[in-house]
């Protein structure tokens, strides 16, 4: 999948922007739908609490580690590449057996525990949780809840991680892990960002029944029509509904070599439409709708209704 590419600074340069295909129209759709913020003129960033985790990776490869100490939980899962929902980056993680209780300081939180050899592996020349042991323990305390979880749950699977281990993880004892258990009892690594995880964790806990995910859509004559988020289909089938996340990378998802977004869109609207052709409800959200509690859950049960699904 095509990414806007930010600037070394972590900053978005309008003239850098219109370089990779955007016009200003995109920017300030991007703007109004929450998933860039306008901190200039002419200059754009992510909003604070999304992609920090490359900054927080530099911190990681560059801290001394205490003896013993094994790099572990949102620290971890940085070093590993791992999606999370709104993680808090504030501080780095550590895990040492030697620690009975562990602390938190203000840039730095040490938490007690053994780490197995087989938990434990070295990237980039430094010592962490394996991607299972991170993933678990990311799932189990992440600020965002049963959200959060699934959505780190969901990248380690799309990664491949075992999941009878992260499971094994789950038998044990420890805070959160109840959460943490019933996310990965909903895990998916067909889910391919934070947004869809979240989307799925808003539809879950509001009793929304999911069918499917990134099914391919053909029409009558077996053409390729779209590959949808999500699909919601009746008794013979046949799929009625299908929900679509709008992220960032919705913006330039669909580009192909030599073309500007302007196209890469009318060939979105296009898509869109043949769906709306052959019978199907489409749904989109976007970032600032999953802020808003409810809404996307609520626009998917009245579609799902009007469908005769519900």
Known sequence: MTTISLGGDGYLRARDAAAQGLSVRQLDRAVSAGLLVRVGRGVYAPPADRWPSDAHRLRVLAMDNPAGAVVSHASAATLHGLPMLRPDLSRLHLTSPSSDRGYKRKTRHLHP????????????GVRATSVERTAFDVARTSPQGFAGALAVLDGALRCGADRSRMEAHGREPRTGVGVAREALRHADGLAENPGESWSRAQLILNGIPIHRLQTEVFDEHGRFV???DFDWVDDDGKILVVGEFDGLEKYVKYLK??????????????RESRLQDLGIIVVRWTWTDLCTPKRVPNRVRIQLQRAGLL
Not at 113 to 124: E, K, L, P, R, T
Not at 257 to 270: I, P, Q, Y
Request: net charge negative.
């Open 113 to 124: 525990g053994n780490v197995a050899a087989a938990d434990a592996v070295v990237i980039d």
């Open 226 to 228: 779209a590959r949808p």
């Open 257 to 270: 070599a030599g073309e500007d977004t302007d196209s890469a869109l009318r060939r979105e609207k296009e």
